[in-house]
């Protein structure tokens, strides 16, 4: 029998934080709600925290939703080996096998929408429909965001040599993690309160060498995804971008790549972390997605 440490989470009473070792690593995932299941994945640098504005609303629409921290990532094990993105997907699909949850909804952004993809490629039995948001797919046009050269973003290769990189900001890793949550949050900006639950895992090396290495395998995460006989979603996607956020047509031109079965929301007044900036909005495009 497998051990299940459970808590309460402090401001969501509906929900728990847990506990459970599988795939040979320890998840941590926040969890309430009944009724249909719906998984969020986070994306970088941030934690299931990312979803707390939007874990209620779900919960009492009658779903029970799961947040799990990635492998790397908050609370969950911080192995000192590169992970791809089928790996956590792995992480993900065992947890579901633990739970017992034979389907589920599942949405994932930037990292996350990586990590989602994989799953619902790899368990297209297990995945209901999939909305995919404010990134782009290794394989599928993320090479050109990855590129300088081009006018893509510089972090990806720094970040991709990942013990190197974590010592490198090491004792700056707050100036440098504002750098980018001030980037992806252009509505309502940050404060020293809204990166504190965040800064508590990434301000320190392991903390950084454990994020950084979902960067170190986007080569291998590349490869794989385009030699992939199953790279075609077989379920309903939503592409959701919030209207400040990463230009959706980039996110389009990935997912048409891997998806014939597809819809676009988008998130008004908001930048790439939706359900920090517009929660309500972010809500009404995931139940009208799932409910029809």
């Keep these: 029998m497998i051990n299940i440490e459970k808590n309460d989470v402090p401001g969501l009473p509906l929900f728990q934080s847990c506990f459970v070792t599988t795939n040979n690593i320890r998840l941590h995932y926040i969890i309430g709600g009944s009724g249909p299941v719906i998984m969020l994945i986070h994306g ?4 299931w925290n990312e979803w707390k504005n939007i874990l209620p609303d779900l919960a009492q629409a009658g779903y029970t939703v799961i947040a799990p921290d990635m492998r790397g990532c908050g609370d ?5 080996h590169v992970y791809t993105k089928r790996d956590v997907a792995e992480d993900f699909y065992l947890l579901t096998e633990v739970l017992k949850i034979e389907t589920l909804y599942l949405m994932g952004v930037d990292i996350g929408m990586m990590v989602a993809y994989a ?36 972090h990806f290769g720094f970040q ?13 890793e707050k100036i440098y ?5 001030q980037l992806m949050s252009p509505v309502k900006g940050v404060t020293e309160e809204s990166v504190k639950p965040y800064l508590k895992f990434y301000g320190n090396v392991e903390g950084s060498r454990g ?20 790279r075609k979603l077989q379920m309903p996607v939503l592409i959701i971008s919030g209207d400040q956020g990463i230009p959706q047509f980039l996110t389009i031109n990935s997912i048409r790549q891997v998806a014939d079965n597809y819809k676009t929301a988008l998130v008004e007044n908001c930048g790439h972390t939706l359900a920090e900036e517009n929660p309500e909005g972010t809500v009404k495009h ?3 997605f799932i409910q029809k």
């Design 119 to 154: 799953f619902a490629a790899a368990y297209p039995a297990k995945v209901k429909k999939v909305i995919l948001g404010e990134g782009v797919l290794p394989g599928f046009c993320l090479e050109e965001m990855m590129n300088p050269a081009t006018g893509g973003s510089w």
């Design 177 to 181: 993690y504002k750098y980018f949550w």
């Design 160 to 172: 991709s040599n990942a013990e190197f990189a974590a010592h490198v900001i090491a004792g700056n």
């Design 44 to 47: 970088w640098p941030y934690t």
């Design 286 to 288: 995931i139940l009208n």
């Design 211 to 230: 994020s950084f290495f979902h960067y170190a395998a986007l080569a291998n995460d590349s490869k794989f995804n385009k030699e992939n006989p199953n």
């Design 76 to 80: 969950s094990g911080k192995s000192n």
